[in-house]
Nanobody, 122 residues
């Protein structure tokens, strides 16, 4: 069983920055595919970014503004969000797949965190 705990959400003005963290349990964390998804009210959950080893993937909507990274010594994955826009407002979820999946299909990730709210004001 893998447990994921997110932190770092909050309220920020447009153009500002936030860094989300996701702490994971699991002895083989370094092999996990780790992803970030988000869900705004009334919308479907959407892929934001993913990482396995040092290979990263991003949704077009966040490319150049967000950076995903991981610290395997701390079993933690990060999402640095810069130049935030009001349309980035959502609940952000961390996801893990011990099999290494890093794609955009949320149902392929086996484990999920509880979510953290990010609100960007205009």
């Amino acid at each position: 069983q893998v447990q994921l705990v997110e932190s770092g959400g909050g309220l920020v003005q447009a153009g500002g920055s936030l860094r989300l963290s996701c702490a994971a349990s699991g002895r083989t964390f370094s092999n996990y595919g780790m992803g970030w998804f988000r869900q705004a009210p009334g919308k479907e959950r959407e892929f934001v970014a993913a990482i396995r080893w040092s290979v990263t993937y991003y949704a077009d909507s966040v490319k150049g503004r967000f950076t995903i990274s991981r610290d395997n010594a701390k079993n933690t994955v990060y999402l640095q969000m810069n130049s935030l826009k009001p349309e980035d407002t959502a609940v952000y979820y961390c996801a893990a797949d011990p099999g290494g999946y890093t794609g955009t299909y949320y149902y392929r990730y086996n484990y999920w965190g509880q979510g953290t709210q990010v609100t960007v004001s205009s």
